[in-house]
T-cell receptor, first 115, second 112 residues
Framework: GAVVSQHPSWVICKSGTSVKIECRSL??????MFWYRQFPKQSLMLMAT?????????EQGVEKDKFLINHASLTLSTLTVTSAHPEDSSFYIC???????????FGPGTRLTVT | EDKVVQSPLSLVVHEGDTVTLNCSYE??????LLWYKQEKKAPTFLFML????IEKKSGRLSSILDKKELFSILNITATQTGDSAIYLC????????????FGTGTLLAVQP
């Protein structure tokens, strides 16, 4: 149980385009989903927290207009990187948790490369 | 500023060795400490610790938390090459959102 999927697993896009990444909890209802990014040889950095039916909460330094997050249902959250630039190239990972649980279950990640 | 520090940063051992990975933290509103294993992709959950002094065990892996000294250790006995990975320590904090702050990880390489 507690399986989280992400799509796509990798994407290459041109500078200036937008990319949407989906995160789905397959066998449970995720009241909260989290979006992280991870640069090579670095740890996971929390970008934003997404609660179903409400606006996402962004961490300090993360541009909310650039990283659009939508949590439309209890099983789906999306991250859209708008007007992507090469410095946005990274590994994006989502996680999901049950209500009142401290455990987060991670998706397999999405490797974004902006050329 | 909240922080989670792991040591060592990297470690190379031979199969059969026992390793101990360390995680210390300074986090306000501490809720829990979690250990994850990250291979090529996203982290997989190992343990969650909330109480001091109670060891959690799963096969050759075990972990314990000391909330007084603000640290945790992850032990791996009889290491295998399949244990090679980055081991991440994360601390859950805050209120209803239960966010995690991650350490930088320990890269473990197990040689045959």
């Amino acid at each position: 149980g507690a399986v989280v999927s992400q799509h796509p697993s990798w994407v290459i896009c041109k500078s200036g385009t937008s990319v949407k990444i989906e995160c789905r909890s397959l066998d449970f209802q995720a009241t909260t989903m989290f979006w992280y990014r991870q640069f090579p040889k670095q740890s996971l950095m929390l970008m934003a927290t997404s609660n179903e039916g409400s606006k996402a909460t962004y961490e300090q330094g993360v541009e909310k207009d650039k990283f659009l997050i939508n949590h439309a249902s209890l099983t789906l959250s999306t991250l859209t990187v708008t007007s992507a630039h090469p410095e946005d190239s990274s590994f994006y990972i989502c996680s999901a948790r049950f209500r009142f649980s401290y455990e987060q279950y991670f998706g397999p990640g999405t490797r974004l490369t902006v050329t | 500023e909240d922080k989670v520090v792991q040591s060592p940063l990297s470690l190379v051992v031979h199969e059969g060795d026992t390793v101990t990975l360390n995680c210390s933290y300074e986090v306000t509103n501490f809720r829990s400490l979690l250990w994850y294993k990250q291979e090529k992709k996203a982290p997989t959950f190992l343990f969650m610790l909330t109480s001091s002094g109670i060891e959690k065990k799963s096969g050759r892996l075990s972990s314990i938390l000391d909330k007084k000294e603000l640290f945790s250790i992850l032990n791996i006995t009889a290491t295998q090459t399949g244990d090679s990975a980055i081991y991440l320590c994360a601390v859950g904090y805050g209120g209803a959102t239960n966010k995690l702050i991650f350490g930088t990880g320990t890269l473990l390489a197990v040689q045959p």
